[in-house]
């Protein structure tokens, strides 16, 4: 009899079908393996995930990108009623739209015992609800954003730990990997600690330190902007990240539930925090991490269904700096929403604080205090004490004027 373990595998499939008149139809599924051993069970997702790639091979609707991965391609018609939804004042009939085309195949590790995904892997938890669920592996259609980092930390920081707890010889399966993507950056540039990643092996392809160094140094080519010289928004976008400017797609918008979430607060939190303990700084809510500006109408504005969406977003948002941080720090965090290139984006004006400023995160119903800090174009955590101590004793706090 096989040995069963709190966790198992699901191959989630969204694919567009067509009948005999080419009416189209979304195809909605989620194949689950659990019956057999986790190895067995992971091996079984993963050639259920390849026979539906192959299928779309044979049909003509799966491309490579540059970097080696599967993109599903959409059928031309599909892009053009996309266009004209996007180009249209009905940013919701886009959403409604642009949802009923998007596909997708994913792989998940899913945690059936919650004190398991509480202790021993590395699971986001609020107010006494834990996630469970995580995506290893993707290809979706190339109208869909896909976050390699979520992979790869669900890959690293879920899936190793859980066969490790249970001292599953996983064999050559096991793998290191070097990712250069956000964790590299927020390790403070250190290849072995941030783009080093001990993984069970996937299909994906992981950027490299080229495409990574050939990014990082185009968006350091420009001088620095002094974000307080009123330099026009969009020409310090288009300058990308650096240790004063940061993008981020959404404020509340999660892209895996397509609902608001705590998790989607944090981050902001998170990088909200570096800038006031590092020299100030502007967070652009609504661009995306190449510097695209997607704006809010799609994806933060559609969770309020029409009614007031730049009044509630902004309410969120100062909802997110009382649950995050005490209220002392309003006077240094600005926020308001912008046009650009026609569409809303929230911009939020970061001024240094005189004082170290340290993150409340709640968990269950105790306060973790955590103390974050801006590097050259990411936001690092500092864990240890006595290099928390160092810090605060060797930064130059300015103080405030009178």
Known sequence: MTKKYPFHYEVRVKLLAFDKENNVRNESFIKKFDDKTPLENRAN????????????????????????????????????????????????????VYDQYKEEISVYLVVNDLDIAKNVIDAFEFEGKVETEFEIHRVSSSMYDLEPQDLIDSLDMQEVPLYEYYQINVGE??????HYGLDYAESGEDEESGAKRTILKTPYVWDTIERYNEIYNSNQDTEETDINEGIDLLSIIKRGESNQVEFKPCLLYN????????????????????????????????VNDNGNIQGLENYDYSLFHGENEKDKLLLEFDSLLAYFFD?????????????????????????????????????????????????????????DIEEMVEYVFNKQWRKPSR
């Open 45 to 96: 997702a993963f050639e259920e995930f390849n026979e539906y790639l192959s299928f779309l091979e044979q049909i003509g609707r799966l491309k490579k990108s540059n970097q080696g991965n599967f993109v599903i391609i959409q059928p031309s018609f599909i892009n053009e009623i996309l266009d004209k939804k996007e180009n249209s004042e009905d940013y919701f009939e886009f959403k409604k």
């Open 255 to 286: 892209f895996k539930t397509q609902a608001a979430g705590i998790g989607v607060k944090y981050l902001i939190a998170k990088a909200i925090c570096g800038f006031l303990n590092s020299n100030g700084g502007v967070l652009f809510i609504g």
């Open 327 to 383: 209220l002392s720090i309003k006077p240094l965090v600005d926020s308001s929403i912008k046009k650009v290139e026609g569409k809303d984006i929230l911009v939020i004006v970061i001024t240094e604080s005189y004082k170290p400023i340290f993150l409340k995160n709640k968990k269950n119903e105790l306060i973790e205090k955590e103390l974050y800090i801006r590097m050259n174009a990411s936001t690092r955590q500092i864990f």
């Open 173 to 178: 399966l096991k793998t290191t990997v070097y």
